[in-house]
């Protein structure tokens, strides 16, 4: 079976400080990995996805990056954290199929707070 | 336009009632539907699949209209439990670049 694992849990940085959040697949090959942020009460916001080794497309331009640097490896970067990057990031997989048909699966989160 | 759209909620309904979501898309070549519940401070968790000639688990039925490019979740009989976002998802698929759209989602608070 397929499990997403994303780390820290929680983090709290000072304004200004780098960013590096993980995210790791196992039990899968070739999915396509997402980045979202939910601000408090509010809906998610695609923030970078991939399609493959390398491949990321941003939707949003802001001070975050991304990078996959292997198959199953999502890195949500940042030089220098803005207090309004606070927020509750998720990592997600979907299978890479041709009819897209597939549901995305999330991580547990990671709870950012920028003081 | 935003690619998903929700009703904006909170809904606030007495246990027993039957409470119903809707959700529109822009992208007409959108491939796959879903509806997703997010728990207070989780992440979210698929709740079932959209399919084109409906769909129905236990108390939920879930509905697609391409025609209007829309989706609905019905929910009957709500529980307590029920209290949760539910979150409209839409796969645009390859003409979308393989995205995955969330909707902002919908608030429902079910009380006894």
């Known amino acids: 079976s397929q499990t997403i694992h994303q780390w820290p849990a929680t983090l709290v940085q000072p304004v200004g400080s780098p960013l590096s959040l993980e995210c790791t697949v196992e039990g899968t090959s070739n999915p396509n990995l997402y980045w979202y942020r939910q601000a408090a009460g509010r809906g998610l916001q695609l923030l970078f996805y991939?399609?493959?080794?390398?491949?990321i497309s941003s939707e949003v331009p802001q001070n975050l990056s991304a990078s996959r640097p292997q198959d199953r490896q999502f890195i949500l970067s940042s030089k220098k954290l803005l207090l309004s990057d606070s927020g509750f990031y998720l990592c997600?997989?979907?299978?890479?199929?041709?009819?897209?048909?597939?549901?995305?699966?999330f991580g547990q989160g990671t709870r950012l707070t920028v003081v | 336009r935003k690619e998903v759209e929700q009703d904006p909620g909170p809904f606030n309904v007495p246990e027993g009632a039957t409470v119903a979501f809707n959700c529109t898309y822009s992208n007409s070549a959108s491939q796959s539907f879903f509806w997703y519940r997010q728990d207070c401070r989780k992440e979210p968790k698929l709740l079932m699949s959209v399919y084109s000639s409906g769909n129905e688990d236990g108390r939920f039925t879930a509905q697609l209209n391409r025609a209007s490019q829309y989706i609905s979740l019905l929910i009957r009989d709500s529980k307590l439990s029920d209290s949760a976002t539910y979150l409209c998802?839409?796969?645009?698929?390859?003409?979308?670049?393989?995205?995955?759209?969330f909707g902002a989602g919908t608030r429902l608070f079910v009380k006894a």
């Open positions: 998802v839409v796969n645009p698929g390859h003409t979308g670049g393989f995205k995955t759209i």
């Open positions: 991939s399609v493959g080794i390398g491949q």
């Open positions: 997600a997989w979907r299978f890479r199929r041709y009819l897209e048909n597939t549901e995305a699966f």
